[in-house]
C-alpha cells in the first residue's frame, strides 16, 4: 500500500498571500496524483488531477506540481473561500487508493 | 447535470446490516466504475470499495472485506454497498463517487454524504 504524507497538518496564512502544501508519496506515483478540498459539512471538491491538470471551474490561483514521490499544491493568492482542509490522494496503484491525512489552512 | 443522490445510512446496532444507495442521473451511469469512500468523524478520506462499469471487478477495503459488498443495477442507475456484522469503527460519512471516464481513480463527482452510526 501506498501511504501518503502530508505537510503541515496545519498552515495559517493572511488572506491574499501565497500558501503552499506538500504531499509526499511512500514510493513512486509518476504523475498519478489528485488533491481535493473540504469544507465543513461538505463533500470533497477536485482541485486538481494528473498532479497539475486543474479540475472543471477550478480558479487559475490554484496550481500543482510535482511528480514521482514529491508534490506541492500552491494557492497564489487566498480569498476568505479557500479555507478549507486539503487532501492529497494517488491513484498509481490501487486498490487500495490513498489519502494522505489533509492539511487544514487556517485564517492567520 | 452529473449528479449522485445518496440514501440509506441512520443509527445501528453493532453486528447489525444496513444497506446505502446511490442513485445517478446526468450522465451514462453504466460507462463510469464507481467507488464507496468513508470518512469517520473527524478523520480522513478512506477508500473502501470499487465497482467497474459492468460490476464484473469489485474490490473491497481489507478493513470491510468479508463484510461488506458492492454491486450496482445499470438498468437503474443505482450503486449499493451492503454493510453486515457492523462495527464502532464503521461508523463514517459514507461517500459514493465516480471515477473519470478512463477508471484512473480520482473523483470529480460526490455523493452529498450519507451517516452510518454503529452503536448500542
Known amino acids: 500500500e501506498i501511504v501518503m504524507t502530508q505537510s503541515p497538518a496545519t498552515l495559517s496564512v493572511s488572506p491574499g498571500e501565497r500558501a503552499t502544501l506538500s504531499c509526499r508519496a511512500s514510493?513512486?506515483?509518476?504523475?498519478?496524483l489528485a488533491w481535493y478540498q473540504q469544507k465543513p459539512g461538505q463533500a470533497p471538491r477536485l482541485l486538481i488531477f494528473g498532479a497539475s491538470t486543474r479540475a472543471t471551474d477550478i480558479p487559475a490561483r490554484f496550481s500543482g506540481s510535482g511528480s514521482g514521490t514529491e508534490f506541492t499544491l500552491t494557492i497564489s493568492s487566498l480569498q476568505s473561500e479557500d479555507f478549507a482542509v486539503y487532501y492529497c490522494q494517488q491513484y498509481s496503484d490501487w486498490p487500495p487508493i490513498t489519502f494522505g491525512h489533509g492539511t487544514r489552512l487556517d485564517i492567520k | 447535470q452529473e449528479k449522485l443522490l445518496q440514501s440509506g445510512g441512520g443509527v445501528v446496532q453493532p453486528g447489525r446490516s444496513l444497506r446505502l444507495s446511490c442513485a445517478a442521473s446526468g450522465f451514462h451511469f453504466s460507462s463510469y466504475t464507481v467507488h464507496w469512500l468513508r470518512q469517520a468523524p473527524g478523520k480522513g478520506l478512506e477508500w473502501v470499495a470499487v465497482i467497474s462499469y459492468d460490476g464484473d471487478k469489485k474490490n473491497l477495503a481489507d478493513s470491510v472485506k468479508g463484510r461488506f459488498t458492492v454491486s450496482r443495477d445499470n438498468a437503474k442507475n443505482n450503486l449499493y454497498l451492503e454493510m453486515n456484522s457492523l462495527r464502532p469503527e464503521d461508523t463514517a460519512v459514507y461517500y459514493c463517487t465516480r471515477d473519470s471516464i478512463t477508471s484512473s481513480g480520482y473523483y470529480e463527482y460526490w455523493g452529498q454524504g450519507t451517516l452510518v452510526l454503529v452503536s448500542s
Open positions: 514510493q513512486s506515483i509518476s504523475s498519478n
